[in-house]
């Protein structure tokens, strides 16, 4: 494999810059998120933003066609990862998520995003057929869904588990599914939904309930909606100011660094700021789906269509979450909650959509 010149010339300067805008909010309204806390999280993140670069620039370095072959391997060295974790993982809050590498831990859970979009676009390009997918056309990418989905499901963690199975259905999708096959799934899957309440964990229950009536429980279950929705609410249509927010800064607002971030910054930025973010993510996404269509080959166009629903979901479920529109499922808001594996699994994708950018002109590498 050699690197073709011409690649230089195909920056997307566009996506860069989406990318360190947003990126560059989100460190601004950590830094106010985290006001007042000794450990300083801003810094810390700016160090996953750096390696988080470096990771990106290693994603679109590499054509994603050679990446792509590789696929599978990096899908099953994810999946081992996350059998890991229940032998070494850390159980932080009940749940065994993370593992502890030396000085600074890992949550594999994000790390298979990425290669379930790389894996599944692999087998859809592999497996290309005429017409629209069935049953027996979709069995095996299932599985490759299926696995690290029971596995983050024990966790527990249901709503990286939900994110696996999202990402799936965005993506059979767009390649198409046949109607009555659509129609005997979305009938199966509410018949399981019965079923699988008798699976979830008590607090996950808890927070279902919640969900339908948030002053069920106040001080308990719901007090997190509650207060991200007085925070956000208060902010107005202009905001109370950078660094301002009573709900935030008093700290009122629990998971005001992860989870709830966005609400501090609609807090402090007010109506006319939080629209300014969506607007950004709106265009992020609008860009990504742009170099989809554009993209050279199939492969490339599966990718970055997968890429660009992983933000897609992740920015509609934590703003819809926090608005209390959608239960409290632990999805991180992109570029903007602090975490280190959130920050560099979101700058891996953004360096595969970059990938297929650079390369929707070059015929040979």
């Not at 808890?206 to 509650?226: A, C, K, N, W």
């Not at 107005?236 to 992860?258: A, C, D, N, R, V």
């Not at 080959?297 to 269509?305: N, S």
């Amino acid at each position: 494999m050699k690197i073709d010149r011409r690649l230089i010339f195909n920056f997307d300067w566009t996506l860069a810059l989406f990318v360190a805008l947003i990126v560059g909010m989100g460190l601004l309204n950590l830094y106010s998120a985290g006001h007042g806390i000794s450990s300083e999280p801003h810094v810390r993140q700016l160090r996953w933003v750096l390696l988080g670069m470096g990771v990106m620039v290693l994603a679109f370095a590499f054509d994603y066609r050679w990446i792509a072959r590789y696929a599978y391997v990096l899908h099953a060295l994810a999946v081992v990862l996350l059998v890991a974790v229940f032998a070494f993982g850390a159980v932080t809050k009940g749940s065994q998520r993370w593992i502890n590498l030396g000085g600074f831990t890992m949550q594999p859970s994000e790390l298979v995003k990425i290669t379930l979009i790389l894996a599944l676009a692999k087998y859809f390009n592999d497996h290309r057929i005429e017409g629209s997918y069935g049953i027996r056309e979709l069995f095996p990418p299932f599985l490759i869904v299926l696995v690290p989905f029971v596995l983050v499901l024990r966790q527990p963690d249901l709503g990286t588990a939900l994110m696996l199975m999202i990402l799936f259905g965005s993506m059979v999708l767009f390649i198409g599914i046949r109607w009555r096959t659509l129609l005997g799934l979305a009938a199966l899957g509410i018949l399981i939904i019965p079923v699988g309440w008798n699976f979830l964990a008590e607090y996950q229950k808890e927070r279902v309930l919640t969900f339908i009536d948030p002053q069920r429980d106040p001080l308990g279950s719901g007090y997190h909606i509650i207060q991200s929705i007085i925070a956000v609410g208060s902010g107005g249509i202009l905001g109370k100011g950078f660094m301002k927010g009573t709900q935030s800064q008093l700290k009122f607002l629990p998971e005001q660094q992860t989870d709830f971030v966005f609400s501090v910054f609609a807090e402090e930025w007010g109506f006319l700021g939080a629209l300014l973010v969506l607007v950004l993510f709106l265009a992020l996404i609008l860009w990504g789906l742009k170099i989809a269509q554009h993209s050279r080959d199939y492969l490339g166009t599966l990718i970055a269509f997968g890429v660009t629903m992983l933000i897609f979901w992740g920015v509609f479920i934590n703003v819809a979450m926090v608005l209390g529109m959608l239960p409290v499922v632990g999805i991180p808001l992109p570029f903007f909650s602090y975490g280190g594996s959130s920050m560099v699994k979101t700058m891996a994708a953004m360096g595969l959509l970059m990938n297929v950018s650079m390369r929707r002109y070059v015929l040979q590498s």
